[in-house]
């Protein structure tokens, strides 16, 4: 019941809360919008410019156009010159001229003066100038070279630019650390895992829905997350006119509301949903066999519970099928499925029955919600293989790949590290990648990828080692990682850590020193790339106007403005990599300062797609100038079934058995001197012998028991939310009703109506949520859109930090609770992954 209204929210209302009437009150006069008109600086159309840049509010980043006037941005749209979405947008883009022109932000360098550190703790920064900045910094890494210790640097990246490896990956090594520690493992790597194994692309898809006529997601919510929103919401209307769609999702998502099914499954069970829409699909006859092949004699041999001898079927495009019905699949009929995930056994039958009679134009979708679980690694690659059976992989209609485009590389700094410097990258990495217990196979090499929350507790064991100096660059960590608290103990340990950053957020506050960033969208340069409408674009972001205070470009004229004291200093490696290897490509010059070395950076690493000289494909500019004034480049359109028995896996086929995960696993196992099964137990799943190289069910890890916390907590985005970066934002408190079933200037959990009865809560009360990890106090919604036994709250508030609209006191008290404090800091550790889902038991009280 909604207290307000004195009535369940009713459906339609609910397609109001996710419509574009919102966006009406984005566009209300702002306060700092009638400051700017009392000013006089009054918005006349037609006087002031349209500049292109990126939006980097999620990782859709849509190339955009930005209204300058009079030296101030004033409106966003989407760039007429793209290809993937045009002018279309998402309703968060508004959202970034908010944290532009924040009162709340950084504007000069700012130094520590309270030794303790501590939430509530004033950590008394002073503002001091760039030189003392710069100098502090160089003092710690001079004193690391002399001790040997160049390993003791440690870089932290969040949110960034294709040109952030220059202050991440490349500086870092030339000053002879292994450290360039990356978000991506909380982030969405256990999703690249699931088409890794199956077809070979280390990478996310995107999906043709203008020709599609089914839509199949698993928990993903394309009007409001995951990647091209903006594309989806402009085509998701004519979509539903030719395509049915089902959500699987324990909560009633913006896209469920306006879906033909909605599947609210139990959290942590998709896997069993998918392997027996599998079963289904094969007992049926359903599978595409244009990709798939078939029985020699036509006959279907697939029958529950029997055994298939492979030597009947002849494979074409895929590898395994037979092996992976006899493995796996032959048990998992519906009604086993029904029983784990709460669905009908009816319902699964329905559903196998219109994927096979619409495949291949079929999509199967599948969010971070479903595999950055505990293990979570195998329902990525389960979900992902209906797309194979369905022949859905490359197809109009289907599911494609993001296309390569020819963007360059920040150049390798590694000849340019001396001696001291190569002793040190030579340490192990801080954050235990490759390590028995954390694979991380990134394109399936043992410790390819990062394992980014593992860093917090690297350092309170100081296992390997206690990182001296580290530097977080547009991360929250403290904020945004399960069990973030235990990144606030870790940070008080380190010597020595300095935050490049837009606003004071929870990690830095325990900073010891701040460097005020320019604004992503606005106020530098940057490269992104995203794909859609079957085209993959590369944009550009650039200044465009005065930066505010005194912040400098962060990727690359940190680096330069280290790089020139290390050089004072008689250490000049850093400096000769800098203007050697980034000249600029029209002139020859070398970079003088950090705003040139920015500028050269942008263009060298996009020469192949605006110098007609080089010209490769797609968008054919006649030289930097005009790719700067377009601001983004599109790839020619997608060429289908191209990949077809040219995959990037073992057998160049799509694997249902995978050669190429037994390739990864094996060899991550005999580094270890072990077998895989010991791989299997050290990373917490319950497969053995060759059902670790099939997709397959495996029962998700309960943190905390039933007893003691009998509800299960799900987690989601909101669709105001630019990661963590927005709740400073008024228009984001304002608008937040844009989620069903959330409210204006609140942070609500949603309980089924039938669970608060019980639980003698009623809708606006104020409840506390408890965990194994902690405890948060937030808002009651009674929702019918949760499945009973769950509680759904969207990540996002909670901050109290970052400034005074996001916190209720800033640097104490948090406006509602942070999710990231109620889970525990646990892995897919296969990928590396944080798991932020599956099954994290709660206990909900009135407070
Ligand atoms: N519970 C829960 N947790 C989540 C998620 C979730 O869905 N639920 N999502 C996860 C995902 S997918 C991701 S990618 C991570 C993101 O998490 P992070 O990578 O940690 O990024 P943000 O939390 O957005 O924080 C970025 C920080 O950079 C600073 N900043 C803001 N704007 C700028 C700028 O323009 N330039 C610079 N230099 N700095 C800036 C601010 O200090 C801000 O706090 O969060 C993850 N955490
Ligand atoms: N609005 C918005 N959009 C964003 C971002 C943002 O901050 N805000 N961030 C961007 C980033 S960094 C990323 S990585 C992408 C990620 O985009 P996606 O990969 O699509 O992942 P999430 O939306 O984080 O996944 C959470 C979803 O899974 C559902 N879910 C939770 N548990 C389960 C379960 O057990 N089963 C099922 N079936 N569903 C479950 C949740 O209800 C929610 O809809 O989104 C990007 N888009
Ligand atoms: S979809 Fe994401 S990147 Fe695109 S406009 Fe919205 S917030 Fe920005
Ligand atoms: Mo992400």
Not at 180 to 194: F, N, P, V
Not at 363 to 368: E, G, I, T
Not at 524 to 538: D, E, L, M, S
Request: proline share 5%; hydrophobic share 35%.
């Amino acid at each position: 019941m909604n207290k307000k209204n004195g009535l369940c929210l009713s459906r339609r209302q609910l397609l109001l809360g996710t419509g574009s009437l919102a966006l009406v009150s984005l566009f209300s006069p702002s306060p700092i919008m009638m400051a700017m008109a009392k000013a006089g600086m009054v918005y006349e159309p037609g006087s002031g410019k349209w500049i292109g840049t990126t939006c980097n509010g999620c990782t859709s980043f849509c190339a955009k156009q930005v209204y300058i006037q009079d030296g101030r941005a004033l409106h966003i749209r989407g760039n007429e010159h793209s290809k993937v979405h045009g002018t279309s947008s998402c309703p968060r883009q508004y959202l970034a001229l908010q944290e532009l022109y924040d009162p709340d932000r950084v504007r000069t360098p700012m130094l520590r003066t309270n030794p303790e550190k501590g939430r509530g703790i004033d950590p008394q920064f002073k503002p001091i100038s760039w030189d003392e900045a710069i100098k502090l910094m160089a003092d710690r890494l001079m004193a690391l070279r002399e001790r040997n210790e160049t390993h003791r640097y440690v870089t932290l990246r969040g949110r960034y630019s294709y040109l952030s490896d220059l202050l991440i990956k490349n500086f870092t090594q030339v000053l002879g650390s292994p450290n360039a520690i990356t978000h991506s493992a909380l982030c969405a790597e256990a999703d690249k895992l699931g088409s890794f194994f199956t077809e070979g692309d280390w990478g996310y898809r995107q999906y043709d829905i203008k020709d599609t006529r089914y839509i199949l997601s698993f928990g993903v919510d394309p009007l409001s997350a995951n990647r091209q929103v903006s594309y989806y919401c402009s085509q998701w209307g004519n979509t539903l006119d030719h395509a049915q769609v089902a959500i699987v999702d324990p909560r009633f998502s913006a896209s469920a509301a306006k879906a033909d099914e909605w599947l609210p499954v139990v959290p942590g069970q998709d896997a069993a949903l998918g392997l027996a829409l599998a079963h289904q699909i094969l007992v049926d006859g359903g599978w595409h066999r244009p990709f798939i092949g078939d029985f020699k004699d036509g006959q279907n041999r697939f029958v529950a519970g029997q055994e298939v001898d492979p030597e009947y079927f002849d494979e074409l495009h895929s590898h395994g099928l037979v092996r992976w019905w006899n493995l796996e699949l032959k048990e998992h009929t519906p009604e086993w499925a029904a029983e784990l995930s709460g669905i009908e056994a009816a319902q699964i039958r329905r559903l196998a029955k219109k994927l096979a009679d619409a495949a291949p134009r079929v999509q199967v979708w599948r969010a971070r919600g479903v595999q950055m679980q505990h293990r979570g690694g195998y329902t990525a690659m389960a979900l992902h293989a209906l797309n194979g059976l369905l022949g859905a992989i490359d197809q109009e209609g289907g599911v494609l790949k993001w296309a390569s485009v020819p963007l360059g590389e920040i150049p390798s700094s590694k000849k340019y590290a001396d001696e001291i410097g190569q002793q040190g990258l030579k340490k192990e990495k801080i954050d235990r990648r490759g390590r028995l217990e954390f694979p991380a196979l990134k394109k399936g090499k043992s410790g390819g990828g990062v394992v980014t929350n593992a860093v917090a507790e690297s350092i309170l064991t100081e296992d390997p080692y206690l990182p001296d100096f580290v530097l977080g660059y547009f991360n929250n960590f403290t904020f945004s990682a399960p069990g973030g608290q235990q990144w606030e103990e870790a940070l008080k340990k380190v010597p020595f850590v300095a935050h490049i950053t837009t606003n004071i957020s929870e990690f830095s506050w325990y900073a010891d020193l701040i460097l005020p960033a320019p604004h992503f969208m606005f106020e530098r340069w940057g490269i992104q790339k995203t794909a859609g409408n079957r085209y993959t674009q590369v944009s550009i972001s650039q200044p465009m106007i005065k930066r505010l205070g005194l912040s400098v470009e962060d990727e690359c004229g940190i680096p330069w403005l280290i790089a020139e004291e290390l050089a004072r200093r008689g250490f000049k490696d850093p400096m000769r990599y800098l203007i050697t290897e980034f000249k600029d490509p029209e002139t020859g010059k070398e970079p003088t300062n950090a705003d040139e070395l920015a500028l050269y950076a942008t263009k060298l690493l996009t020469k192949k797609l605006w110098d007609p000289l080089q010209y490769i494909e797609g968008d054919h500019f006649s030289g930097w100038q005009e790719f700067q004034d377009k601001g983004v480049w599109n790839s020619k359109p997608y060429s289908f079934r191209k990949r077809w028995s040219q995959m990037k896996t073992a057998t160049k086929k799509f694997e249902f058995y995978s050669e190429t995960m037994k390739e990864a696993l094996e060899k991550h196992a005999k580094k270890h001197h072990t077998d895989v099964d010991q791989v299997m137990e050290a990373t917490g799943y319950l497969a053995r012998g060759e059902q670790a190289f099939v997709p397959h069910y495996e029962p998700p890890f309960r943190y905390g028991d039933e007893k003691a916390f009998p509800m299960l907590f799900v987690d989601h985005k909101s669709r105001l939310s630019r990661e963590g970066r927005s709740a400073n934002s008024f228009w984001y408190q304002q608008n937040l009703d844009v989620d069903p079933g959330a409210r204006k200037y609140a942070d609500v959990a949603k309980l089924n109506p039938i669970d608060a009865k019980m639980l003698s809560i009623e809708d606006g009360d104020t409840i506390r949520i408890t965990s194994i990890q902690g405890s948060i106090v937030c808002e009651a919604a009674l929702f019918e859109g949760v499945r009973p036994g769950t509680v759904a709250k969207a990540f996002g508030q909670g901050h109290w930090a970052y400034g005074r609209i996001a916190s209720q006191q800033f640097g104490k008290i948090p406006f509602g609770g942070n999710n990231n404090e109620l889970l525990p800091p646990v892995y897919e550790q296969l990928s590396g992954s944080s798991a932020f889902y599956g099954q994290i038991g709660v206990r909900v009280e009135k407070v």
